[in-house]
C-alpha cells in the first residue's frame, strides 16, 4: 500500500510567491490531519477521481486562511489518497 502523499502550498505576507513542499505521511496521520482541519473551522473538500495510472485516489483539499500564523496569509494542502488505503484493514 502507497503512503498518503500531502502537498502544502503557503503564501507569506512579507514576500511575492507561493512555497510548496511534498510529504510522505500515513493513512491514519491524514485522517487525524482532516478531523483537525474540520474541527477548526477550515474548509475541507474530499473528491474521488482516478490518478494517472488509474487507480482510485481520494483528494482532500484543506484551505487554512490568514490568522493561524503569523506573516502567513494562506495555506493550502492536498491530500492524495489511495481509495484502497482507506478500505484495507
Given amino acids: 500500500m502507497r503512503p498518503v502523499t500531502v ?3 503557503v503564501q507569506y505576507a512579507s514576500k511575492p510567491g507561493t512555497d ?3 510529504e510522505p505521511i500515513s493513512v491514519d496521520v491524514a485522517r487525524q490531519c482532516l478531523r483537525r482541519a474540520r474541527r477548526s473551522g477550515d474548509t475541507v473538500e ?3 477521481t482516478t490518478a494517472r495510472d488509474g487507480s482510485s485516489v481520494h483528494v482532500a483539499h484543506v484551505h487554512i486562511g490568514p ?3 503569523r506573516d502567513v496569509d494562506s495555506v493550502t494542502d492536498i491530500y492524495e489518497i489511495p481509495t ?3 478500505t484495507d484493514l
Avoid: V
Wanted: glycine share 6%.
Fill in 7 to 9: 502537498t502544502t502550498f
Fill in 20 to 22: 510548496r513542499w511534498h
Fill in 46 to 48: 474530499i473528491r474521488q
Fill in 67 to 69: 490568522g493561524r500564523w
Fill in 84 to 86: 484502497d488505503a482507506l
